[in-house]
């Protein structure tokens, strides 16, 4: 039950998500925030919200990469029940048992936000959609902080605790630019700017994610678990 929770469904979800967030770029119909002529999907000038919308912003239905991507951020929510289960590898410590439930929680909250990304398409809850993305990534920050404790006082690899650590550092230089940067729909560059960032970012977050499911499952040989 645990290597299902902690270690194949973790790794399920960031391999869906990855080639679910492909297709649905190589389906998008079009169009961007400033430019509805664009062809296809931009990786410079598309945010990844953009797959998720039911029309693009060319104007054309958007169903099947919607219908993909909004599900691939959904299914975050499970990699947070995922790390629910993962404070039980940590239990030979009370210290880190404690860090890890607090850490497991703030991962739990921010995949409901990711969550809350899919179930918001931008072109029908605009002011939703922008709170669950700007926020989601924000509950990171503490869960990183802590998992980066417990994995550093804890028996597994160091360099586990390091990918985590680099994590907490990339998303809170996301943050702080999420905090002062400009509106993308000032301009062109502002987007392209904040279009890149955003998939750098995601990218980093689901790879370490992905690692620590191996970080979990040390832990689980280590203590014989199931």
Do not use: C
Not at 142 to 157: E, G, H, M, T
Request: charged fraction near 10%.
């Amino acid at each position: 039950m645990y290597y299902f929770w902690t270690v194949k469904l973790i790794r399920f979800v960031v391999i869906f998500f990855i080639l679910a967030t492909i297709i649905s770029g190589y389906f998008y119909p079009g169009g961007n925030i400033h430019d509805p002529s664009q062809v296809g999907y931009s990786v410079t000038h598309n945010f990844l919200s953009d797959l998720g919308g039911y029309k693009s912003h060319s104007g054309k239905s958007n169903i099947l990469s919607a219908l993909l991507f909004n599900t691939s951020m959904i299914m975050f929510v499970l990699v947070g029940v995922s790390f629910l289960f993962a404070p039980r590898l940590f239990k030979e410590n009370n210290l880190n048992y404690f860090l890890s439930i607090l850490g497991s929680v703030f991962f739990f909250l921010g995949t409901i936000f990711f969550a809350g990304v899919g179930l918001t398409p931008y072109d029908l809850y605009l002011d939703m959609h922008i709170f669950f993305a700007i926020n989601a990534f924000r509950f990171l920050i503490p869960a990183s902080i802590l998992y980066f404790i417990v994995l550093l006082k804890s028996s597994v690899n160091n360099k586990y605790a390091f990918t985590i650590m680099l994590l907490f550092f990339f998303i809170f230089l996301y943050v702080v630019y999420q905090i002062v940067s400009a509106s993308p729909l000032e301009s062109l560059e502002k987007m392209v700017e904040q279009a890149i960032l955003q998939k750098i970012i995601a990218f980093i977050n689901v790879v370490s994610i992905f690692i620590l499911s191996f970080a979990f499952a040390e832990q689980l040989r280590k203590l014989d678990l199931d």
